[in-house]
């Protein structure tokens, strides 16, 4: 099967500043009950994903493209760019930025506790 994937905007997602677009690879129905959400995200300059937990499942980042500041469960903040991957643990606190004029682009599965 081949699928059109077309992109979910989506205001203020945690809590974030401006938008995100959701670009959903599989749904959480695709994903058999192993989590909620695996997806391309675009957040688009001087937005963000807002500051949230994750309690039962796990969430890894791939940064595809652009360049973006990680705020990690310790409030540490780390400048990301491609290639570059964050990983949230289960009851973890994170959140990311886009202080830049470029898209910020990544991959981002989330995945439930066994």
């Known amino acids: 099967m081949v699928r059109k994937n077309e992109g ?3 205001e203020g997602l945690r809590g974030g500043k401006g938008h995100v677009v959701l670009y959903h690879i599989l749904t959480g129905e695709e994903l058999m009950g192993h989590g909620p ?3 391309r995200v675009v957040i688009p300059p001087h937005c963000s994903i807002g500051w949230h937990q994750h309690v039962g499942n796990t969430e890894p980042y791939y ?3 652009g360049h973006g500041t990680f ?3 310790d409030e540490s903040r780390t400048e990301v760019g491609p290639g570059d991957i964050c990983t949230i643990a289960c009851g973890q606190w994170h959140s990311m930025e886009n202080n830049t004029d470029e898209d910020l682009e990544m991959i ?3 995945i439930n506790e066994a």
Do not use: S
């Open 8 to 10: 979910i905007v989506v």
């Open 63 to 65: 940064i595809i493209k």
């Open 71 to 73: 705020v990690d469960n």
């Open 108 to 110: 981002a599965l989330v």
């Open 37 to 39: 959400m695996y997806a």
